[in-house]
């Protein structure tokens, strides 16, 4: 079950007329679509199977910027969703802030006509919102070495500096007051983990970037 829109009816009593009216509940029916596309890469549609057929659409600007690198011929080199290497840092950036709402719009459109056909019965267009939106600093070191001297106390630094109420405000939440003076941060296991993620991920060797996440906004509050 997962939380959707949908409506129920209201009678105004005044005037005797019935209407529908804007209702959040529950439902099962949603189909996802996940497919690359050649211009945004890979990117998923969520559809509600019952009216308002409210869509949820994602995407990631990051294979969006590789699919434009492809394009353009400019060497680089991607793990995961961060990159390791730019021929071109310059024309790069450019092309990442050259990245235009209306076009970004035709393109959600055109997504909409192919996975939910249904809502050209209605003959209305959706109107797109952002739900939820990450936006994060790459820090790219020029040798592996230089990230290396500091990565672990980094790393230990973030994990201990962030505590139980900071995760439940990143998830939109708020710790409940049971808890209240009963959070604990255990440091020793946490060092040891870290340490040995540090050495079995290759970490000594190739990798020379990082990366700062600030909250993840929920643009519904």
Known sequence: MEPCSTYRPWQDKTTGKTYLRP?????????????????LGLCYVRVLAWCPFRLQIYL????????CLKRKQI????????????????????MADDWRVEKLHRKLDEW?????PVIRQFEVRYHWSLEQVEFS???????PEDLQAIY???????????KP????????????????????????????HTDQAHHETGLDQDVRQVRADPENRDHRE
């Open 23 to 39: 209702d959040e509940g529950k439902c099962l029916h949603f189909y996802y679509f996940y497919f690359i596309d050649e211009e």
């Open 60 to 67: 990631n600007g990051h294979h969006r910027l590789t699919c």
């Open 75 to 94: 060497g680089h080199t991607r793990l995961d969703n961060a990159f390791l290497q730019i021929e071109d840092f310059e024309r790069t950036q450019k």
């Open 112 to 116: 909409a006509a192919r996975y939910c």
């Open 137 to 143: 600093t790459d820090l790219l070191f020029r040798r």
């Open 152 to 162: 672990g106390p980094l790393t230990r630094t973030a994990i201990h500096t962030v």
């Open 165 to 192: 109420d900071n995760v439940a405000t990143f998830l939109g939440r708020k710790l409940s007051p049971l808890y209240k003076g009963r959070s604990v941060i255990l440091q020793h296991p946490y060092r040891r």
